[in-house]
């Protein structure tokens, strides 16, 4: 577990008590568990006069922020946002204009389907000085921790990341680029659309018997990995009740997973879901 502040971590040269106030951080809390938090991050989650915070900020990290700074939820679920972006970049605005040290706490990294750059834009426009602090993207760490290598010499020469989650009236997904063999592809916010995904990816040549899998709630002791190909994935994902927090990855190495998925000493026990004996375990998983 990641050490409680001390001498010992030093002190951080911006955002700090030495600092000027009226700043805002922008850092990434990775993807779940509070291990992978940079020491940037720690230093200024507990220098942080108030941290707004998102729904995939896990509890974990969050009890690492410095305990008498003001929290606000600002997170958002599929239909039911806390505040609008443009709410969030407001308010960031203004508490910085008051004086405070602002810290914007997002899951994963600002600047991966975090919104990272549209809150440093508004930031910029209204001269509010900022930091981007980055952290383990989402990928990184459902990868690692599943036994699933983003790129490999024999397999993928090339990772994609592209989010499911689109603004109305948006551009629409390159599906012939998407499609292409011998690359992985990483799907954020995919889950509710993956008959749509598994269909067009088949659709334009990727083929049928590709290995495919959910990882939800990557890094974190309720961690599942739900494995079949591109065809069975959607019918899997319903089976087994796969849910947001999710990442859909896609690809030849996600068959390396069998090997390749880390046995650590202070796993817990596996035991199949109830519902779906066809689910594969996580070694890092017990059932929910």
């Not at 922020?65 to 679920?77: C, H, T």
Request: glycine share 10%.
């Amino acid at each position: 577990m990641i050490p409680e502040a001390s001498a010992t971590l030093g002190r951080a040269t911006d955002c700090g008590d030495a600092a000027p106030r009226g700043k805002v951080c922008l850092v990434g809390a990775g993807p779940g568990d509070p291990d992978l938090l940079t020491l940037r991050a720690l230093r200024l989650m507990q220098q942080a006069d108030v941290v707004l915070h998102d729904h995939l900020v896990s509890e974990a990290v969050l009890a690492l922020v410095r305990a008498d700074a003001e929290r606000i939820y600002v997170g958002k679920r599929e239909r039911n946002h806390a505040l609008s972006q443009e709410e969030i970049n407001a308010l960031l605005v203004r508490l910085a204009g008051e004086g405070k040290r602002v810290l914007r706490l997002k899951g994963g990294d600002p600047f991966m389907f975090g919104r990272g750059g549209e809150e440093a834009e508004a930031l910029a426009e209204h001269d509010i000085p900022f930091e981007v602090v980055p952290g383990v993207t989402s990928a990184a760490g459902a990868s690692s921790r599943a036994g699933i290598p983003l790129t490999h010499r024999d397999y993928a020469q090339s990772c994609v990341f592209v989010t499911g989650h689109r603004r109305e009236g948006g551009a629409q997904m390159d599906w012939p680029a998407l499609a292409r063999a011998r690359q992985t592809l990483v799907i954020y916010m995919g889950l509710g659309m993956l008959p749509e995904i598994s269909r067009r990816l088949i659709a334009h040549g990727r083929g049928a018997d590709t290995p495919a899998a959910i990882v939800e709630r990557a890094t974190t002791a309720a961690q599942r990995v739900v494995a079949g190909t591109l065809a069975t994935l959607p019918d899997l994902a319903k089976a087994c009740g796969a849910r947001p927090p999710a990442l859909v990855i896609v690809g030849e190495v996600v068959a390396l997973r069998e090997r390749l998925c880390p046995a650590r000493p202070d796993a817990l026990p596996v035991r199949p879901h109830r519902d779906a004996p066809e689910c594969a375990a996580d070694p890092l998983t017990t059932d929910r």
